[in-house]
């Protein structure tokens, strides 16, 4: 089977030359990924447009018609740290659209990987650090209001905690929340997921590898949830400005096989979505997230 994953070409809309987001990375992720055999176009899914009725499944509907019309407040904006366009709600509701496809063929294929995702930081009545809807968020609160699945388990390995995700579903025994990131990061007022694991600046691959190995397999065992949605931000890498860790590709790569594989060893089905990373070598960065489908396509 060769992996399936979901794009869009309207996942990258043009921001001002110099912006610290690399939005060009979702097109180079989706063409490397075909240059080097690990997605065929056949294998790539379309995702459709997030609907304000989807996205009002988490986020309140004045902020949603806010966003979407282009008059959300200038410190709501600098909060985004985003330019809104009419390009930029394309793109961000197309995101979300792909997560919500991705969950589906999780579900049935076993795993998909969704080339965006990961806006964890986007709360119920506003975005942050370049969040604007929670993807992961939305598409967990649809599998469970069609009665899809009954339990979920967000991994998020990001090196940010996933603060908006872990305060939406506070309350929500049916989805279980699980961040590792780096304790002295953004944000720095963290929210409670039902299980955070804070960690110190520098730590280097082996120091994280144990640390993701000794919670995941009970985790897994405690919450038996009938599918995993898997933040895979490599902003964790030594490489990255916005990070404070140190793991190496190599590192990422074993940190990757490992969710995988052990998830899938257990019979859960996993959807991946590739999360943040922020290295200024473009070419670097777009490997980096790469790492996530070439350990999916090891594992299928």
């Known amino acids: ?18 912006h610290r987001f690399p939005m060009p990375k979702f097109k180079l992720l989706y063409e ?14 379309k995702p459709t447009i997030a609907n304000d009725k989807l996205l009002q499944l988490v986020h309140n509907e004045t902020y949603v018609s806010q966003f979407c019309d282009g008059t959300l407040d200038d410190k709501s904006k600098r909060r ?8 930029l709600v394309k793109r961000t509701c197309t995101a979300v659209g792909g997560t919500i496809l991705t969950v ?31 993807d992961i968020a939305i598409a967990s609160r649809y599998l469970l209001i069609e009665k899809i699945v009954n ?8 090196v940010h905690q996933g603060d908006g995700t872990a305060f939406i579903f506070r309350d929500d025994e049916r989805v279980f929340t699980f961040s590792m990131h780096c304790e002295a990061n953004f944000p720095y007022r963290k929210q409670k997921s039902d ?25 897994l065992k405690q919450v038996k949830p009938d599918i995993v949605i898997y933040d895979a931000g490599v902003d964790v890498s030594g490489c990255d400005r916005l990070g404070k860790l140190s793991l190496t590709d190599t590192g990422i ?22 999360g943040g990373g922020y290295c200024k070598d473009l070419d ?15 594992c299928i």
């Open 32 to 45: 490397l990924l075909l240059k080097d055999q690990i997605i065929t176009q056949e294998s790539t899914y």
């Open 104 to 134: 589906q063929l999780a579900l049935e294929h076993g795993i998909c990987c969704n080339l965006a995702g990961g806006t964890h930081h986007a709360f119920p009545d506003y975005g942050s650090g370049f969040c604007i809807f929670n």
């Open 151 to 158: 339990k979920i388990l967000i991994i998020d390995l990001d």
């Open 195 to 219: 299980l955070d694991i804070p960690l110190p600046i520098g730590l280097d691959d082996d120091g994280y590898l144990q640390i993701l190995a000794f919670h995941l397999t009970d985790l």
């Open 80 to 87: 985004i740290g985003l330019p809104w366009s009419e390009g």
């Open 1 to 18: 089977m060769n992996l399936p994953v979901v794009y869009h070409s309207d996942y990258v809309t043009p921001l001002p030359e110099q």
């Open 253 to 274: 790569y074993r940190r990757e096989m490992m969710v995988l594989s052990t998830c899938l060893a257990e019979g859960y089905p996993v959807a991946g979505v590739i």
């Open 284 to 298: 670097e960065l777009v490997y980096r997230h790469s790492l996530i489908h070439r350990a999916a396509a090891e």
